[in-house]
């Protein structure tokens, strides 16, 4: 008797012990692989903000106007296809992933919106890339940051890039060798990385310098090719969570050697004077950034050397020992012109990307303690600061021609 | 363990690593006093010397506080551990839950004898180590030398200087339990080999973490981080990608470096308390522990609650602890009292 009471209690609790409260099938997932944020032209598309999160009243007014277009691609397993298939291709990513659309106050605003729409539940653990247009860089990526980074979901490796163009686009691009588009775009990123063309600054390094005292953010600037892939036009810089401009693919080699980060992707071309013109990339990069307060003025001095390996030479035919020192001399020259040029475009829009700040307020706390004191008077200083380069190339190889 | 890093640079900014070595440096006095005190009296645990040197009433009352201290202690460190799992890893299941159930794991272990605790705490010691260096490692590459700098903080007084040092001192004070294992030694008189290595390799994982942690993040970022060290283990990329989220294997990790404390804090309660009252009923007192901690992990009312009340606590008993032991071995050298002999 008492058996069978122990029997039946056992058999009724499985009623009560079904496993996890966090059972969430792959397949009730919608999970999100591409993140674009536009920002919405009311006369051109007529969405309306459904009032879900925010009340009007209660909506910051710096977010009253603009409204954020929020465009994700979503991958639902077993409903797209998985693994390369063969054929097809270049139509648009509409073919292999979901894009939907949706809009917002900001962007939690508009993910609930997105929500509200679908029937499986948002996952944010598979995010490879989060485009911004270029207008919603600019007008402040403080919501954006801060609702990703509350979420425990998203990767941190994740890529974070600006768009020239409508963001949008850029999720729509399907390149044909790839089935999920979105993992072609970071694996874009991510070579290019590797190729030494783009600083390390993906997701978690960029909120680390965009909320670091003394340093300004940066993250790539894309342009969309023939609907089908990107190019990395530059690099966005930042001043506080506020996009304040962009560096040439030129710059970001100047801004990598600047740092001395290594491997060396970018070439420079210089001509001498009797006709001849050589391109030179740069293979590996040392840097020495030097800060000395005198008289309460900091200033700063750049040194920078690299190796050079000659690419191409067109017009001549006369590398020799004498030849590669005039040429390095060129290089040098019209290194240091660059980099000023940079440098001074950066001083311009106050974004100190370089970390002088930060580097100052570690080796000089009682200047930084005294005078600076906030992020704010640092970039007024660092517009006026003087900061000196000197640049060493040295051309240690020539490839398979003698001459 | 996660919340550490945070909770110093806090107080110290840039000044952390300094006042985690001060930190270790001020614990190992206590450690040094406890292995001394262990000497002395063999075949006693904390609560039995400290009777025959302070006298039955004034002892017990110390201990009670003692022991309360270490119930609480259960209680939120409990709590911290669910509101992470909550918060990182299973946010649909209920909190009671997760307190419910580690706990419920100490106090069944606590049942049996001290071999079983010992074996545990020796086979998830790889465990924990391990992840926690996979984490730590990669991470060198992002540490900025200005985020070290400067090394003896931003207008930082005495004053502050030494909350961060007592913090840091908190963070590591559960090396108490080896007063409390010392007479269950096979060789009570050689403890203080195994003692100081446990010591210095806790420890010294502990200030390597706050150390990249600031490296990494900066004085400033940090603060605004719930668990850095978390987010430290979801920024890593391990060479080759062989795989993608680090955090995982980190938050398993993680969990059984907090078994383990929870444990060494519910084993000081439980023998504690038998050796108290003179009983050998373990299972009653572990029940009854249970109960109470299980109610002390529901207080808090969010998570900022168990972080103020954790540091509070942290801080008063590191003070309470150090003092303590120091006034201890003086009198028991000043008194001359020794334990029997083996």
């Known amino acids: 008797m008492n058996k069978r009471v122990i029997l039946i209690s056992l058999l009724f609790s499985t009623y009560f012990l079904t496993g996890c409260w966090d059972r969430y099938e792959l397949e009730e997932r919608a999970n999100i692989l591409g993140l674009a944020i536009d920002v919405m032209d009311e006369e051109a598309e007529n969405f309306t903000v459904p009032e879900i999160t925010y009340k009007e009243e209660n909506i910051p007014d710096e977010y009253k106007e603009p409204i954020i277009k929020l465009t994700a691609q979503l991958a639902v397993p077993g409903k797209i296809k998985l693994g390369p298939e063969g054929g097809g291709g270049g139509d648009g990513s509409e073919k292999t992933a979901w894009v939907v659309q949706t809009v917002g106050s900001s962007l939690k605003d508009a993910m609930t919106n997105l929500q509200q729409q679908l029937a499986e539940k948002l996952y944010l653990g598979h995010l490879q890339i989060i485009v911004l247009n270029e207008k919603v860089a600019k007008r402040g990526t403080e919501d954006i940051n801060d609702f990703l980074k509350r979420e425990y979901e998203v990767r941190r490796t994740a890529w974070m890039v600006v768009s020239e163009d409508k963001a949008e686009e850029v999720l729509q691009a399907a390149p044909p060798i790839e089935t999920v588009p979105a993992l072609y775009l970071s694996d874009t990123l991510k070579n290019s990385m590797r190729f030494g063309k783009l600083p390390r600054e993906h997701l978690g390094r960029f909120w680390l310098d965009i909320e670091d005292i003394g340093i300004g953010g940066s993250i790539p600037y894309i342009t969309v090719i023939e609907n089908d892939r990107i190019m990395v036009s530059g690099l966005a810089y930042f001043k506080g969570d506020k996009m304040v401009g962009h560096m040439t693919p030129f710059e970001i080699g100047v801004y990598l050697a600047m ?17 001849g013109i050589y391109i030179g990339e740069s ?48 290089m040098e020259k019209s290194a240091v012109e660059k980099f000023e040029k940079t440098i001074n475009k950066w001083k311009e829009n106050e974004s100190d990307v370089l970390g002088i700040g930060a580097r100052t307020r570690a080796e000089f706390p009682h200047y930084w303690d005294e005078q600076v004191k906030t992020d704010e008077n640092w970039s007024q200083i660092f517009k006026e600061m003087n900061i000196e380069v000197n640049v060493e190339c040295q051309i240690e190889r020539a490839g398979m021609e003698w001459k | 363990m996660l919340a550490i890093p945070r909770a110093i640079i806090d107080k110290v900014g840039n000044a952390a690593p300094l006042a985690s070595l001060v930190g270790i440096g001020l614990s190992s006095i206590g450690l040094l006093g406890l292995i001394y005190l262990g000497k002395r009296f063999p075949q006693h645990t904390f609560i039995g010397y400290n009777k025959i040197i302070l006298g039955k009433t004034i002892g017990s009352l110390f201990m009670i506080v003692y022991l309360m201290l270490s119930v609480i202690l259960i209680g939120l460190d409990t709590r911290q551990f669910a509101e992470v799992l909550v918060g990182g890893l299973l946010p649909n299941t209920p909190i009671h839950f997760s307190i419910f159930f ?17 074996y545990i705490h020796f086979f998830y010691l790889p465990l924990i180590i391990l992840p926690l260096l996979v984490v730590i490692l990669p991470t060198f590459k992002d540490i900025e030398y200005y985020h070290l700098l400067p090394i003896n903080g931003h207008n930082l007084s005495l004053n502050g200087f030494m909350s961060g040092v007592v913090t840091m001192m908190g963070g590591i004070s559960n090396y108490f339990v080896i007063s409390m294992v010392i007479p269950y030694l096979k060789n009570p008189k050689k403890n203080a080999k195994g003692g100081i290595w446990g010591f210095f390799i806790g420890t010294f994982l502990v200030l390597l973490l706050n150390t990249v942690a600031l ?65 050998k009923n373990y299972r009653f007192i572990s029940v009854g522990t249970f109960l109470i901690a299980f109610l002390i992990a529901l207080i808090p009312s969010d998570i900022y609650d168990v972080y103020n009340y954790l540091l509070f606590l942290w801080v008063g008993g590191v003070i309470f602890y150090i003092l303590y032991v120091i006034l201890l071995v003086v009198l028991a050298k000043v008194l001359r009292k020794k334990g029997s002999a083996v």
């Open chain 1, 283 to 330: 293979s590996v990069r040392r840097s020495d950034i030097k800060i000395n307060v005198k008289d309460g003025q900091p200033s700063a001095q750049l040194n920078v050397e690299v190796e050079v390996t000659i690419e191409e030479e067109t017009k001549a035919n006369d590398l020799d020992n004498k030849k590669v020192k005039k040429i390095e001399k060129e």
């Open chain 1, 259 to 275: 740092q001395g980060k290594n491997p060396g992707g970018y070439a420079i071309a210089v001509n001498t004077d009797d006709g």
């Open chain 2, 102 to 118: 580690m706990l419920l794991l100490c106090a069944v272990i606590n049942y049996s004898n001290v071999s079983t605790f010992a």
């Open chain 2, 215 to 279: 490296g990494a993040f900066g004085d400033q970022k940090i603060l605004e981080m719930m668990w850095p060290t978390l987010v430290l283990a979801r920024m890593v990329e391990v060479p080759g990608e062989i795989v993608a989220r680090i955090d995982a294997i980190f938050i398993i990790s993680w969990i059984f470096a907090v078994f383990t404390t929870l444990l060494s804090y519910y084993f000081i309660v439980v023998r504690g308390v038998a050796e108290m009252i003179n009983s």
